[in-house]
């Protein structure tokens, strides 16, 4: 086990970008797996004859949109952020926040909402965007305010990539929930 995590560890440090995207990637396509299970296979209504399959495709278009735009995006975006503002003081704290909340968020939601439509090849490729990004982002500042809080606060920067795939396996769990619901 100790070899997997040197291993494991060499690759962060050699390749970060790639690793990071990797990682990411399949944690957007275990959420939507997840979230498929629970509501085809698991939490299936009683009065269905039988269970609906798991959609492959699907879940292909959450690992483009979670390698391609979401993991690529995230390194650049915390790469900067705590370039641009090191440390752990109140105010720094508060600012990356602030910047987190106000400026990637959106941006994500926007990449999220919009990507999936492209790739589902959907007529309007906004509507979904435009009916659900407000519940989303109201979810989103309840989810990721505390979690990077307590990201920026107390886990040291060695480990913020695993807490950071725990939190985004929830938050993709979360979003994947979001983009099911009927618009």
Same mark, same amino acid.
């Given at each position: 086990?100790?070899?997997?995590?040197? #291993? #494991?560890?060499?690759?962060?440090?050699?390749?970060?970008?790639?690793?990071?995207?990797?990682?990411?990637?399949?944690?957007?396509?275990? #959420?939507?797996?997840?979230?498929?299970?629970?509501?085809?296979?698991?939490l299936?209504?009683?009065?269905? #004859?039988?269970?609906?399959?798991?959609?492959?495709?699907?879940?292909?278009?959450?690992?483009?949109?979670?390698?391609?735009a979401?993991?690529?995006?995230?390194?650049?975006?915390?790469?900067?952020?705590?370039?641009?503002?090191?440390?752990?003081l109140?105010?720094?704290?508060?600012?990356?926040?602030?910047?987190?909340?106000?400026?990637?968020?959106p941006?994500?939601?926007?990449?999220?909402?919009?990507g999936?439509?492209?790739?589902?090849?959907a007529?309007?490729?906004?509507?979904?965007?435009?009916?659900?990004?407000?519940?989303t982002?109201?979810?989103?500042?309840?989810?990721?305010l505390?979690?990077?809080?307590f990201?920026?606060?107390?886990?040291?920067?060695?480990?913020?990539?695993?807490?950071?795939?725990?939190?985004?396996?929830?938050w993709a769990?979360?979003?994947c929930?979001?983009?099911?619901?009927?618009?």
């Open positions: 086990m100790s070899r997997l995590l040197k #291993a #494991a560890s060499k690759l962060f440090q050699k390749h970060p970008f790639v690793t990071n995207s990797g990682i990411y990637g399949c944690l957007y396509v275990g #959420a939507e797996y997840c979230q498929q299970l629970l509501s085809k296979k698991i299936v209504h009683r009065f269905e #004859a039988e269970k609906n399959e798991i959609d492959y495709p699907t879940i292909g278009r959450y690992a483009v949109v979670g390698t391609l979401y993991a690529p995006s995230l390194y650049m975006w915390y790469k900067w952020l705590d370039g641009r503002y090191p440390g752990t109140h105010r720094t704290i508060v600012k990356k926040l602030i910047l987190d909340q106000c400026i990637l968020t941006y994500l939601l926007c990449v999220f909402y919009v999936l439509a492209l790739l589902e090849s007529d309007n490729k906004f509507e979904e965007l435009r009916l659900k990004f407000l519940p982002f109201k979810v989103s500042c309840m989810f990721w505390p979690a990077q809080t990201n920026f606060l107390i886990i040291p920067p060695r480990f913020r990539i695993i807490y950071m795939g725990v939190c985004g396996f929830m769990n979360v979003l929930w979001f983009k099911r619901q009927p618009q």
